[in-house]
């Protein structure tokens, strides 16, 4: 793993390039300064290609940089001078609570030092897939206690947020921008009652793409297997075959 980490350029073989909202190669868009980009870069770096094209860092830069943070932020796991932690650096963050405070005053010290203004959601990159992002801004808006009290109270948000996008269809049903902007509200919720549940939305929603995607190349399959093909068979066939597929998997 050292090796293939060290290895920029057999790693920019591996993986395939990173693309920007845009279809550009420039992953980095989102972020405002060169700094921000290459902590991250340094974080996607031995396993991504990375786009430096501005000339203004390397991926060399970017691992450094994520690794002297690293070793940093985990004085129970690390010495000052990167060596795996001893009895000592453990004292320096004996518990899980005093290791996050010791991340916590390290990140604000950081961003002090570079003359940044703290703001709660400052540091959430913008470039992150919109649902983890939308994760993200409500772990970090909870820890000032903009929070619901419980799972069932982002639950009744949902519902609320379904209800407004009926709303919208059945009043404005040629208002596209009104129902893109509902469906935002309820793709912001419902990632917020993943983060509730303990459940990462991304992953959540990967594996329920597999299953969907496995049950329809299975539908496919025993439809071609009888002679027929997807686009001559009705919904209501369609829809028999897969009810049958979900039992044979229970």
Request: aromatic fraction near 6%; hydrophobic fraction near 40%.
């Amino acid at each position: 793993m050292a090796e293939l980490l060290g290895n920029t350029s057999l790693a920019a073989q591996l993986a395939p390039p990173m693309m920007g909202a845009d279809g550009s190669r420039d992953y980095f868009m989102g972020f405002q300064t060169n700094a921000e980009a290459r902590r991250t870069g340094g974080l996607l770096g031995g396993f991504g290609v990375l786009h430096f094209d501005n000339g203004k860092f390397t991926v060399d830069d970017s691992l450094r940089t994520v690794v002297a943070k690293l070793v940093r932020r985990h004085p129970h796991v690390f010495r000052d001078d990167g060596r795996v932690h001893d009895a000592e650096s453990k004292q320096r963050a004996p518990s899980a609570e005093a290791a996050l405070d010791r991340w916590n005053s390290q990140k604000a010290q950081e961003r002090a030092d570079s003359g940044q203004r703290h703001t709660t959601l400052g540091s959430v990159p913008k470039s992150l897939p919109s649902l983890l992002r939308a994760y993200k801004i409500g772990k970090r808006v909870a820890t000032v206690g903009f929070e619901w009290a419980t799972a069932k109270d982002v639950v009744t948000k949902i519902e609320e947020e379904v209800a407004e996008l009926r709303e919208t269809l059945e009043m404005e049903p040629d208002n596209a921008a009104r129902a893109e902007e509902e469906m935002g509200d309820l793709l912001f919720a419902i990632a917020n009652l993943s983060r509730r549940l303990g459940i990462e939305p991304e992953a959540a929603l990967r594996k329920a793409n597999e299953k969907f995607t496995t049950r329809f190349n299975q539908m496919e399959q025993n439809f071609e297997a009888s002679g027929r093909t997807l686009d001559a068979a009705t919904l209501d066939e369609m829809e028999a075959e897969w009810q049958k597929i979900k039992t044979h998997e229970q």
